[in-house]
């Protein structure tokens, strides 16, 4: 990372903020299952009706659901994970922005 970072062209800035906020959503769930990108994932296929529903919104949050184990039934020690996801369109692209978890 360091030749990477002395010897090529440095990133543009758009594209280091994009990468610290995905290194800032993989702390924020680090003790977590499912990997970010999983996450990011499914919460872009969640968001496409949304997307062409509202062409011109800029923000958009979904929230994603898993069970800490999908063979057992929901309740008891199955406890339910859900994370907030949220995006922001620049042009037509897609950001990740953050992610909250809130769980049942």
């Known amino acids: 990372m360091k030749e990477q970072m002395i010897y090529e062209d440095?990133?543009?800035?758009?594209?280091?903020?994009?990468?610290?906020?995905?290194?800032?959503?993989?702390?924020?769930?680090?003790?977590?299952v499912k990997p970010l990108e999983e996450i990011i994932d499914d919460a872009l296929g969640h968001l496409q009706?949304?997307?062409?529903?509202?062409?011109?919104?800029?923000?958009?949050?979904?929230?994603?659901?898993?069970?800490?184990?999908?063979?057992?039934?929901?309740?008891?020690?199955n406890?339910?994970?859900?994370?907030?996801?949220q995006f922001s369109r620049i042009g037509s692209k897609m950001v990740f922005e953050s992610i909250r978890i809130h769980e049942n």
């Open 10 to 32: 440095a990133m543009d800035f758009e594209d280091l903020i994009e990468q610290l906020k995905i290194l800032q959503g993989k702390f924020r769930i680090k003790m977590e």
């Open 79 to 85: 406890k339910t994970v859900i994370y907030v996801v």
């Open 49 to 77: 009706k949304f997307i062409k529903e509202n062409p011109d919104a800029t923000f958009f949050e979904t929230p994603v659901t898993y069970t800490t184990d999908p063979y057992k039934p929901e309740g008891g020690p």
